[in-house]
């Protein structure tokens, strides 16, 4: 969850009115452990003090060409629940130097109603990512869930993967990616990340896919 962020618009068409700026790309970021986890048990975070710190300048730089952020909703309670835990570097995105639009995909928005920093919807990962571009007004949008970005693999919607990695093994959480009798991802390597070299930051586009199995399910909400 990325709080104190800008009150959601009442209206998301309003905010997108006028001219279109060109589409950002969607991109999916996450941090993982040696044993390929994003997460430790119940969305544990604390693990990420482990990470070699990159400089102020590294991060924001990072942070600025993202609009809007997709997160689910077990990583949204897990923030909520964990927020007096939880130190700068987990409690807001990109350590609070990213601004923009969080959107939390949920089968009971209604729920987050009284949170203004989200925006809660209850659609499938493909609506999802077109709103988000709507919102984003020609900025990048980042996915933060591996269920989410599972989803939108796929529907072949990832333009971009970055991905760090953090020296510390969990043993069990969140992995990055599971789909179980689900088709192989090829990845491209782009290049690294300047600033990043500790935490071996990388940035990969899709390359192609490879065999077949079950299609993506029709919501990411949870």
Do not use: N
């Not at 995909?105 to 709103?131: F, K």
């Amino acid at each position: 969850m990325a709080p104190h962020r800008p009150d959601r618009p009442d209206d998301p068409a309003a905010a997108t009115a006028g001219t279109q700026a060109p589409q950002g790309r969607a991109t999916w970021g996450f941090t993982a452990s040696l044993d390929g986890f994003i997460t430790g048990p119940e969305h544990d975070m604390a693990w990420l003090e482990a990470c070699p710190p990159m400089g102020g300048e590294v991060v924001a730089r990072l942070a600025e060409p993202v609009g809007v952020i997709i997160s689910g909703r077990r990583g949204y309670d897990a923030a909520v629940a964990q927020a007096a835990e939880r130190g700068e570097l987990t409690s807001e995105a990109y350590g609070g130097a990213w601004d923009g639009v969080e959107i939390v995909l949920t089968h009971r928005p209604e729920e987050l109603a009284g949170d203004p920093s989200v925006t809660a919807l209850d659609v499938d990962v493909a609506e999802a990512i077109r709103r988000a571009h709507e919102l984003a007004d020609g900025k990048d949008v980042q996915i933060i869930s591996a269920d989410i970005a599972r989803q939108t693999l796929e529907l072949d919607l990832v333009d971009e993967l970055q991905i760090f990695s953090a020296p510390v093994m969990l043993g069990d959480g969140t992995r990055a990616f599971s789909a179980p009798g689900g088709r192989r991802i090829d990845w491209e390597l782009v290049g690294t990340i300047p600033g990043a070299e500790a935490g071996f930051g990388r940035l990969y586009r899709p390359r192609g896919t490879a065999g077949s199995g079950a299609a993506a399910g029709s919501s990411g909400a949870g």
